[in-house]
Structures are given as C-alpha cells and as structure tokens.
C-alpha cells in the first residue's frame, strides 16, 4: 500500500503565498519522478512542477519564476513553494509519483487526494 498525503493548502490573498507538501509513505523501493498538477473548475489537470530523482525541475510556463519544486528523499516528501499568487491559480493542487515497490515491480503512477488553493483578488 501507498499513500500520499497532501497538505498546506488554503486561501490566500493574490501576491500572497503558501507552500504545500506530499508526503509519501507505505511500501517503498524507489521514488522517481515527483510532480505536481493542479485543476480548475471546469478545466483539464495540467502538469505544474516536476522534479526528477537527481533534482532536475522543471516548470510550466505559467508558473515560471514563482513556483518552486523540492524534494527531500529522506522524508519522501515533495513540497511546493508558490509566491505572487494569481487568482488564475485556483485549483485543486495534486501530488502525483512513480515509483517502485520493489526492485521487480515496474514504475507506477500514484495520485494523493488534493488539496485547494483558492487565491482572492
């Protein structure tokens, strides 16, 4: 079993900022990938953040600058900073992983629960 555990999310002001984490747990060989996604109301889940296992980040462009991506492999936890906050920033922020459970298993995707980020005008 794997969990994913998301928090730090909430409603902030724009120009504000808040920081949420991923914490994952359970049966765990190896985390690849770590990423984070987020959707809108009526909008499709698109890809925010990743961050390979040897630390290599990448962004969306929408985020570019004000957006951070780390992780702490000790922990297995995947945090994300964002700062200058937009209304357009609304949405669901979820964690997603690949990982193996063993060193026979092969690289699969796992999804936390999701965590809203709301931010005013």
């Known amino acids: 079993q794997v969990q994913l555990v998301e928090s730090g999310g909430g409603s902030v002001q724009a120009g504000g900022s808040l920081r949420l984490s991923c914490a994952v747990s359970?049966?765990?060989?190896?985390?690849?990938?770590m990423n984070w996604y987020r959707q809108a109301p009526g909008m499709q889940r698109e890809l925010v953040a990743w961050i390979t296992n040897s630390g290599t980040t990448n962004y969306a462009d929408s985020v570019k600058g004000r957006f951070t991506i780390s992780r702490d492999n000790a922990k297995n936890t995947v945090y994300l900073q964002m700062v200058s906050l937009k209304p357009e920033d609304t949405a669901v922020y979820y964690c997603?992983?690949?990982?193996?459970?063993?060193?026979?298993?092969?690289?699969?995707?796992?999804w936390g629960q999701g965590t809203q980020v709301t931010v005013s005008s």
């Open positions: 997603n992983v690949a990982l193996r459970t063993d060193w026979r298993s092969l690289l699969k995707n796992y």
């Open positions: 359970g049966s765990i060989y190896s985390i690849s990938a």
